[in-house]
């Protein structure tokens, strides 16, 4: 195998391709060839590498130094002085916020430095469509443990030890799940990867298999065999993720031309195949019934799991299902132990599987911070450490209002509740989730009502319909919450909405009915003044709301420093605006359709928004 | 078996009931709206909700398909807060469809009136669908058709045929109608297709059904054409029901062997096809029938309950018979079918005496041979029906009527009057021909018999042996030796039995001494003679390779004796030497 003295990681995952880091490759490759350094320097494309907001990224190994927002016309200079010269671009480095000393290591800035990489242990470090990097990396080497090793019962001790709980939402224990499903007695068992996130902003299982596809099958063969009488494996993976598909057809091909999958795996009796199902993006397909339905080939619905699927899932069969997350952190645990593994995060898990969250959890991160990306941590590290010194605070120094987490069924914490640590049962007590770990940071400028409406508006419309509370429900609430938003909210809508919500919640056929007025619940219980303020004032605190706002002319304002200029005059769709040039304008607040245009237009800050 | 608390009640059940089910047993009401024992339960309208208790963690399941599986389960079907549940799920169904009599009846006995709730998807119909998925259900779990299905998600969510379109696939069977609980299902009848007419209006109304209550045995039969477990392979809901656990799929006809002396063919006659006329319109014009149809429906057990009416169930203006479809017709039968002037006479009687309708008798000529029938014929004519005595040439449907109805225009010739006629009615009748039975001929080949040309079975003798054929032991009967009426086929029947019967009685059989025997000996077992023999008396043996003439069955006619190469047959008491030695005496005389 060829060695460089240099490797260029160019960051392939989704966010930075967007922003053309093939072009960066392209350029790199053609500088390097221009100073003919082909042989000393090789350019790598790798998956994520989750500081997303800083893209498109290429960091130089070994030394870990983190170019950031590159543009192709850097690329001659970069080549030039750091390749050729030996000298790191310092301009092209990453400034913390407020700082002017650049941070050349990728290893010191502090979105790296506070994570601690479980799940997302390859990434930014592996091609993934080459199985020799994920090898080099350790790949593998659990699942020959197992095999050559260790009992299947065995491994479901040490998984049961781990404490590993489904990254998926629910918080299963994962150790649990697969020995009920051991335990039922059948011929054939199903183990499912449900990679069909579905939340929007989510986007940490698709890095995790644009970045490292084979960790999780890795994962998903040593719970077959542990799980044993497995017949089968499906990844169900969203259609949206075009990539994501053809990395993992990639990597289970490569792996079979390895003898990886297949029979007779490390020769021994293991038989093991694995199939990629394609979902058609229904947010309710992500639900593990809904999505055996769909394997199945029929509409994606969930029914009732009075019956687990452990014990009839996909075709009636005992099936495990566990998220990408889930898969990924199996060979980890084998490796290092589960004591490594429980030395993670909080409380206690070796009496009560349900004691505790332990290992990292992967965040993304979105919103109003400074570092959007992907982030993994230690469970129980606060929201503080997550938003402020990972996620660099908040964006153009505003105040900190709320974060939503669990995606868009998880629920609003406040700004008094920061000082979380972030675990299952911690979220759950305040009304939200861990869901599949979507954080959302919101800042003054966001109005609660609204988001609410959002987030509800979006469960609103990917209920399947199925059942009564989920269909009708949703609807019902959604429609009130237009109302308040528009000003034609009562005051007794307040405990309308809490009535339904907490009746679908109680009533709903699955979890995503479960969770959907999460959000709702959770802002009118940490935000109900701002409520107050849509339904009692006919005002929206935060001025989002267009239809409670009033645009007035500060008239003053207008002549003296405008010169009454009429640009928001001419601007005006409605013909709200009067007055004549030079003199002072106002609003018919009859006819203002409340758009905000002279608001965005006028150049002189005579506008006056309430 | 496990026992639960329902409602303060100890209740004993057998694990894997349903909630639902061991609250029924226990005389406790809970209320559903999607819930059906035919299928799996589906468990969306959530309303039969309760609470259950396992030590001090307290959930809420759907007593529909949650499965009793342990001891001591606490179940509460009423508290507070299923009550609360209860009445926001109705009430949210109450403000979508306000008007729909289940869901006002639900609502009612859940103490709802009004909701609270404002819909924007309001649907005014008392007959609207309300999503309960039952239909669906039916038709996967059941039916196993699968036609039904939802389409859209949420709020948009709706019940669809595949690709909106009516679809081949489904069986017509109406369980979905069956289930529906508000109407909202109703099944079309395809009129673009006269088959599918006819079925519905004059065929069984049912899958399971007893032909005619004239039908002997009078027991229920399976229609296997609309029963939906000979097509999809699911219901079975007869089965189910049966206490006697008569129902049987698997019966099948059956072939018997019965061994017998004599044999009286009475196999009937089947009626011409007329869709071979389309002259006449029958199949591809409303209100043009059959005979065998009109009788059908003059039946009071009919399905007009013997009325006469038209297709669109108004009275019929004008009727015509038409007399001699395929019969006294150089194209398709030269005979007379005998029976149709008779027939079409009661009909015009009954026409006249059930309707207000102008009856026209279109007739080439009158045939009212037996006893009483002329008297009848007359009275008839006293009745006011009109008689036209021509053929029919054509029948259309004419769409230009003065009161938008489309009418039957029948275009003959009026020979009495030496003009050409055009006749305006509502409906027209046909009188086909008889005809022997499609398969008279594989009938005849099994019973060496004969078939006259016009293909009927033909008798020993016209005049003075109709009942009995060239084969000894073989009589018939009735319309399988001609057209005949139904006096005339009982009288015929009758002759036969008795002549069977007197060989009956007398025990034995007096035969022909004039019989063909095989030399064993000299048989090869080539088995020309087999298929020669015009009375089937030969058979072949298999065991011995030979052939072996039955003497019972044997006229002596010598055709075997002459065909067989290897002079094998030979006539008892005329072998060649006996005739041989009678020639020569004579000669030496």
Redesign the interface.
Known sequence: MKSYRLQLMVCAGTGCVSNHSFEIKDALEKEIAKHKLQTEAEVVTTGCNGFCGAGPLVVVQPDGIFYQMLKVSDIPLLVEEHLLKGRPVKKLMYVPPKEEAPIPKMSNIPFFSDQTLVALRNRGMIDPENINDYIARGGYKALAKVLMSMTPDEVLQEIKKSGLRGRGGGGFPTGIKWETCKRIQSDTKYVICNADEGDPGAFMDRSIIEGDPHSVIEGMMIGAYAIQNICEGYIYVRMEYPLAIKRFNIAIEQAKEYGLLGEKIFDTDFNFDIKVRRGAGAFVCGESTALMTSIEGNPGEPRAKYIHTVEKGLWDKPTCLNNVETWTNVPPIILKGAEWFSSIGTGDVTHDAWGGSKGTKVFSLAGKVNNTGLVEVPMGITLRDIIFNIGGGIRDGKKFKAVQTGGPSGGFIPENLINLPVDYEELTKVGSMMGSGGMVVMDEDNCMVDMAKYFLKFTQEESCGKCIPCREGTKRMLDILENITSGKGKEEDLNLLEELSNVIVESSLCALGGSAPNPVLTTLKYFREEYEAHVKDKKCPARVCKQLLTYTIDEKQCVEVGHGCGVCKKNCPDNAIIGEIKKAHHIDQNKCGKCGVCYDVCRFNAIRVE | MITVNIDGKDIQVAEETTIVKAAESAGIWIPTMCYSELFE?Y????LC?VEIIRGKRTR???AC???LRENGLKIRTNSP?IQ??RK??IE??L??WPNVPVVKNMAASLGVIEP??????RDEAEDACI?C?MCVNICRDVVKANIL??A??????EVVLPYEKMNSECIVCGACAYVCPTGHIKIKSLDYERGAVADWYLGPKTAINIPTLQAVPRVPKIDEESCIKTQTGGCGICSTYCEPEAINYEDKDEEVEIEVGQILLATGFQLIDLKQMPQYGYGRLDNVYSSLEFEHMLNSTGPTGGLVKCKDGSEPRAVGIIHCIGSRDENYHKYCSRVCCMYALKFAHLVKDRTKAEVYQFYIDMRAFGKGYEEFYKRLLDEGVNMIRGKVAEIAEVHSGSDGKPYLLVKCEDTLIGKFREIALDMVILCPAIEPQFDAADVKKIFSISQSPDKFFLERHPKLDPISTMTDGVFIAGCAQGPKDIPDSVAQASAAAARMLSLISLGEVALDPVKAEVVDEYCSGCRICNNLCPYGAISFVDDKKISNINEMLCKGCGTCVAACPASAITGKGFTDMQILSEIEGLLSI
């Open positions: 339960p468990g969306i309208c959530r909700s809420i399941v759907t398909n949650y499965p807060v609360e549940i926001v799920l949210l169904m403000s979508r609270k709730f404002v819909s924007l998807e999503l998925g299905g939802f859209n998600r949420g709020i948009k969510r």
